[in-house]
């Protein structure tokens, strides 16, 4: 599995549409593709991929995702969600051979979503809990390489330099896009990124 | 207690303050309470305080190293644990206060093992444990947590 995280220092820039557009790409040519929602202050995902249904579920407060998997987690709570619960699959034409699953941030726009997101933020904030975060997001990422066996993640990451960004194109990618307009703060700010990204330590995966 | 008070006092005192502290976080721990990883941090300081004034061949010297880094898992600081451990062995511990060591740090390696099952299962919670390391050790820190 490769994993390629969608990364842009500021927002506008056509990002998550790039994100979407490049997951059918891949399924349409035969690969097997998840998509993975990591812009949780801002998830957009579910519009471009899922459609009306997917959005009335989220605007029900039916559509579970990473926001509800990290919480679970991270809350050492006894009921663990399954994968199969949080990947949605995204239907593609007839005679594709490729497969396309969406995990999505959780059902934004519901309030439900943002009350979990906050719930989210204080694990984080807990002492000790912002540590917890890479542990879990690999997880999620190891996780999505078992049960689902695609060829290609795609990880659409926060705006700006966050936690939640950093390790999305350190920690989890293998390879990052990295998308910017021409104005001179955007320029000035993705300089400073991709320098970064030069430098971090890099996972060494040992006996895998 | 201030920390200079902490600092100055003695064995004995120090062993009443772990004790009554060990019981809050024992408490704490089985009520569930936010506030478990901090009761266990003040554990620790008592431990490492107690370490600092027994020398670690003596029984108190090892029941105090062992403790702190026990504390330090219990508090979730495994790294903090980890290195704890690394200089109590390098200070010259019993080899049976040793082999506790060992043991309490695999016991929470496993622990960890069942709630990132995936993690364990592709063998990369090790990895992760050294990229963490590196990544702590890293003097130049754009992204928060990952460099």
Redesign the interface.
Known sequence: MKTIAFYSYKGGVGRTLLVANTAQFLALSGCKVVVLDLDLEAPGLHYKLGGGDLVCRAEGGQLLGVVNFLNTLLSQSQEQLHLSELAVPIGLPLGSTGSLRLIAAGSAPAQSYWDSLGLLTRLLHEPGGAGQLPDALLELQAGIEAEFLPDYLLVDSRTGITELGGLATSLLADQVVCLTHLAQEALSGTKVVLDALRRVPRLQYQGV | MTESLRSSATEDELDILVSVAIRRAEVLAEEGD?GT??AW?EVRLYEELLSRITAPTTVEGGVARVGAVYAALA???R?DAEELAEKYRAEGLTDERRARLDTILTEDFTR?GR?????W????L???D???N??RT?T?R??????
């Open positions: 936010p990883p901090a941090r508090a979730g600081d790294l960890r709630r990132y099952r995936y993690l299962q592709t063998g990369r090790a990895a992760l050294d990229w963490k590196k990544s890293e130049t754009v992204f928060p947590l990952a460099a």
